[in-house]
């Protein structure tokens, strides 16, 4: 069985600082996806980020990168130069099957403030 | 662009009551799922459907039942609702190809009391 854990249940962090949210998973499977998901107070579920466990490079997307190390079966979420708007609920989310069915972990609230 | 419709957005139910959720879709993609998000938790899945036609049970789909009706449209019905599935509902798609993300709806908020 799959299993995701967020051990941050909340974090503040500083405007234009960085933060790391972390993420470990246990699976058996040697094919897997690792998602992050934002959701912010209004509530709508935004993709942010993936890796596969075959890539080798960290994922990139903006401001976002995935610290990916598959032997400890991490994979955090590093959100450079912090703005107001990054404040959300922050979920991890993985998929081993090819029905993409995905399991999230419990999430991380951040709060940024000024 | 609508992407991924759920209605209503916010609902209140008596207990025993009946009601359905709907989704619909206009990316193309074959695959579907239900989620629930509970206080605390992240999302947990329900149900989800491979492609027209076809349902299967995700991680807590007792009390709920699915439809696909369409390509485009994936329902989930709650025949007698309980207190216990008070919670907020989303609905998500994602194509074919293997590891592709999933993009969701923007949630119904159910109470039942």
């Known amino acids: 069985a799959q299993k995701i854990t967020q051990t941050q249940p909340g974090m503040f962090v500083q405007e234009k600082e960085a933060v790391t949210l972390d993420c470990t998973y246990d699976?058996?499977?040697?094919?897997?996806?690792l998602f992050w998901y934002k959701q912010p107070s209004s509530g709508e579920m935004i993709f942010l980020i993936y890796?596969?466990?075959?890539?080798?490079q960290n994922a990139t997307e903006g401001r976002y990168s995935l610290n990916f190390q598959k032997a400890r079966k991490s994979a955090n979420l590093v959100i450079s130069a912090s703005q107001l708007g990054d404040s959300a609920m922050y979920f991890c989310a993985m998929t081993a099957d090819s029905w993409g069915k995905l399991q999230f972990g419990a999430g991380t609230q951040v709060v940024v403030t000024p | 662009n609508a992407g991924v419709t759920q209605t209503p957005k916010f609902q209140v139910l008596k207990t025993g009551q009946s009601m359905t959720l709907q989704c619909a879709q206009d990316m193309n993609h074959n695959s579907m799922y239900w989620y629930r998000q509970d206080p605390g938790m992240g999302l947990r899945l329900i149900y989800y459907s491979a492609s027209e036609g076809t349902t299967d049970k995700g991680e807590v789909p007792n009390g709920y039942n699915v439809s696909r009706l369409n390509k485009r449209e994936f329902s989930l019905r709650l025949e007698s609702a309980a207190p216990s599935q008070t919670s907020v509902y989303f609905c998500a798609v994602s194509s074919d190809r293997p590891n592709q993300p999933q993009h969701f709806g923007d949630g119904t908020r159910l109470s039942i009391l």
């Open positions: 890796q596969g466990s075959y890539d080798e």
């Open positions: 699976t058996s499977d040697q094919s897997y996806g």
